[in-house]
């Protein structure tokens, strides 16, 4: 039935106020103002349709995406849109695309290396677009191993300038978004070597095509790297290859905030730490944490208003059959990631506190807070998007054979989300870092060095104390267990924010039960996930974790009447979601029956191929046919 809400009579049975939990959730009253606006300007907007993504071909799929990029740009500027509002409609449009390389990185790495007079040269270019840049880091041979890129920078006196080149295949620049076939511009990181002396690796500023036909400048090799996972999904971004043969810029194209080198071929260090090098890396991750909760909140929205459609078994007299929803495996499996998209928005909002604080202490040069903040933005990052990429997966189970389908929109959504599980830092590396970052903790206590901020409860954890040697000879050894230890931090972390978010003043009807009920599902649930460890450790007894295990299931019952008016919170138009299962309406099936006969395969009633395999086979003559 068109135009019948399915789901109204969920929506009657939440006991809180919806639109005063959506300011909660986007963040404050104006945040959501610009974020309705923007989602429903672009939902209404035939440009920006995405429904025959998964039909097109990669090439179809590339033009397509650079016609809406530049529809979104000429939207941008005709609207007058701000900062704030443009970065909205590039996350409505729901697109990779290079514009998330340009604005999420390349534009960062300027601001944060570049110097004042570089900044001012390059920054107006990029921000009118007149130059698209991309981040060319990663190699062939090397992604972690930063310092171990293998690309030279060679600083020549004579002509002032530098000489970047890649000396061996696994030296081509390898997976850049953006690079294969739209950036102008890359910032490209290369081992500098001034006066035959290496002086690690640092980035600079190469064109890469001219401005005026697009064609690759001389001495670059460049291209796409191909396919990759999930047909549409990230195959609308260009992952680019580059080599370089011996290509020459001008000295003032090395970012030169954290280090410079003179034209008389010195290289002189600035009093800044040489880990803002990897600045740009501290801020993106940090806006990844901000994306996991948009993207595990958009699966589990889907998830949540399908379980309460989906009915299977328990028709009593004829009556109707039970909800999935009501069923307590499927709220066991469906509520944790419910509270933990919750629990990531907050603890997104406190990283994002926490990178501005740093940022601004780095200005005035006050390093002291950069490990923590590196050590919170690496495991943060690592935590939320597994979990995240964990739960897309989770929630397609939870729809059952529907999921799979292309409609469904989940698998599009995982095909997308998964890579950031191994982009801006591969999770585990990044854990390691965590790991490191805690036991030099551990190894400091006792001494004058009091920890602070996220580590300050260390104090009260003594007895590591006593594993301090121990794990100061066996850090490698032990790495897997270092690595299990910095989630349990990062878990402390999240878990921490959601309680610190419950200390403000919350308003609305029933709005904080409803986030105190799901902060005790995130806590709860973890303590019986890992009930072994806690059990194990002596936290706590056997009867502790019987008794969370029936407070969770308590905890669930009073999430359900809630859940669909808890999805409805996140505020996502049905063009956002792109789920017929997840649509606002609940109304499935006919959504998903239309959908079937739009299928390109649907275009004819006998498919091509009838005459030349189908029929041949059928009449036995599939001996004699050329196939
Ligand atoms: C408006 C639009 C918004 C859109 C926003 C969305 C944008 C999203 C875009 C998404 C598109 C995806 C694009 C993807 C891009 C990429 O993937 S770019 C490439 C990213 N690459 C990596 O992340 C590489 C990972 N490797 C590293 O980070 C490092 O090499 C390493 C693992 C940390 C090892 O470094 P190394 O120097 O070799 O080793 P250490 O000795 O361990 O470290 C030295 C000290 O430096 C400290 N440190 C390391 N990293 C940082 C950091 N980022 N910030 C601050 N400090 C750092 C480290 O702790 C060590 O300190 P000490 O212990 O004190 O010595
Ligand atoms: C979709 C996508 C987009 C990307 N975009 C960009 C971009 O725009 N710009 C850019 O520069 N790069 C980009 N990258 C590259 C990305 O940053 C790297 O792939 C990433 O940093 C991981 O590095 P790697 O590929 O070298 O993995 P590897 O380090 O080779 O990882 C392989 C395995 O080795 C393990 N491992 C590695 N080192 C250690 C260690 N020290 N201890 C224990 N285990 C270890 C890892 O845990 C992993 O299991 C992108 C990648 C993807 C997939």
Known sequence: MEGVDHLAHERNKSEFDVDAMKIVWAGSPHAFVVSDRISKLVASDPGFR????????????????????????????????????????????????????????FIPAIKGQGTEEQQQKWLPLAYKMQIIGCYAQTELG??????????????????????????????????????????????????????????????????????????????????????????????????????????????????????????????????????????????????????????????????????????????????????????????????????????FRFVGEWLKWLYADVTQRLQANDFSTLPEAHACTAGLKSLTTTATADGIEECRKLCGGHGYLCSSGLPELFAVYVPACTYEGENTVLLLQVARFLMKTVSQLGSSKKPVGTIAYMTRVE????????????????????????????????????????????PGKGVKQQLEVLCNIYALFLLHKHQGDFLSTGCITPKHAALANDELRSLYSQVRPNAIALVDAFNYTDHYLGSILGCYDGNVYPKLYEAAWKDPLNESVVPDGYHQYIRPLLKQEIRTARL
């Open 50 to 105: 995405k429904d025959n993504r998964s039909t097109l071909s990669r090439k179809e799929l590339f033009k397509n995406t650079l016609r809406k990029a530049a529809y979104a740009w000429k939207t941008i500027i005709d609207l007058h849109l701000s900062e704030e509002e443009a970065a909205k409609l590039r996350f409505y449009v729901d697109e990779p695309a290079f514009t998330d390389v340009h604005w999420g990185m």
């Open 142 to 343: 090397h992604g972690s191993n930063v310092q171990g890129l293998e690309t030279t920078a060679t600083f020549d006196p004579q002509t002032d300038e530098f000489i970047i080149h890649s000396p061996t295949l696994t030296s081509s620049k390898w997976w850049p978004g953006g690079l294969g076939k739209v950036a102008t511009h890359a910032i490209a990181y290369a081992l500098l070597i001034v006066g035959g002396r290496e002086q690690g690796v640092h980035g600079f500023i190469v064109q890469l095509r001219s401005l005026e036909d697009h064609s690759p400048l001389p001495g670059m090799t460049v291209g796409d790297i191909g396919m990759k996972f999930g047909n549409g999904a990230y195959n609308a971004m260009d992952n680019g290859v580059l080599r370089f043969d011996h290509v020459r810029i001008p000295r003032n194209q090395m970012l030169m905030r954290v280090s410079q080198v003179t034209c008389e071929g010195k290289y002189k260090q600035s009093d800044v730490p040489r880990q803002l090098v990897y600045g740009a890396m501290l801020y993106v991750r940090q806006t990844i944490v901000a994306d996991a909760s948009c993207a595990l909140s958009r699966a589990v929205c889907i998830a949540t208003r399908y379980s309460a459609v989906r009915r299977q078994f328990g028709s009593q007299n004829g009556g109707p059959e039970t909800q999935v929803i009501d069923y307590k495996t499927q709220q066991s499996r469906l509520f944790p990631l419910l509270a933990s998209a919750y629990a």
């Open 463 to 506: 007895h590591l104390m006593q594993c301090r040697c121990g794990v100061q000879r066996g850090f490698a050894e032990l790495s897997a267990d270092l690595v299990e230890a910095a989630v349990a931090h990062c878990q402390l972390l999240v878990v921490s924010k959601f309680i610190e978010k419950l200390q403000q003043e919350i």
